[in-house]
């Protein structure tokens, strides 16, 4: 089983950036996809993005789309989640997770898909 640690969140006004990561230990992330999902305060955890075992493939949850970058270093074990025009609305407890899978190209949007899950870090953006 993959460990994950997130880190990079914190408190930022609104349009500002932040660069969540996420570091994998215990294996390597090679034929794990990678996911990024949120949690606010009252309400349930949602989908943010994903990526391929081999980074080719992306998805997004349409709130983010255009503004938040996923991407992966296989050789650092290591995820991202670049964030751009951060909102009020993005405020969240933000989550790593990785989906072990034989697929090169495919991305995932349940969290049901994902064996291991990190800690959380948390992201405010004040208005």
């Known amino acids: 089983q993959v460990q994950l640690v997130e880190s990079g969140g914190g408190l930022v006004q609104t349009g500002g950036s932040l660069r969540l990561s996420c570091a994998a230990s215990?294996?390597?992330?090679?034929?794990?996809?990678m996911g990024w999902f949120r949690q606010a305060p009252g309400k349930e955890r949602e989908f943010v993005a994903s990526?391929?075992?081999?980074?080719?493939?992306?998805d997004y949850a349409t709130s983010v789309w255009g503004r938040f970058t996923i991407s992966r270093d296989n050789a650092k074990n290591t995820a991202y989640l670049q964030m751009n025009s951060l909102k009020p609305e993005d405020t969240a407890a933000y989550y790593c997770?990785?989906?072990?899978?034989?697929?090169?190209?495919?991305?995932?949007?349940?969290?049901?898909?994902?064996?291991?899950w990190g800690q959380g870090t948390q992201v405010t953006v004040s208005s």
């Open positions: 997770a990785a989906a072990r899978t034989t697929s090169t190209s495919r991305t995932y949007r349940l969290d049901a898909s994902y064996n291991s």
């Open positions: 215990g294996r390597t992330l090679t034929s794990y996809a």
């Open positions: 990526i391929s075992w081999n980074g080719g493939s992306t």
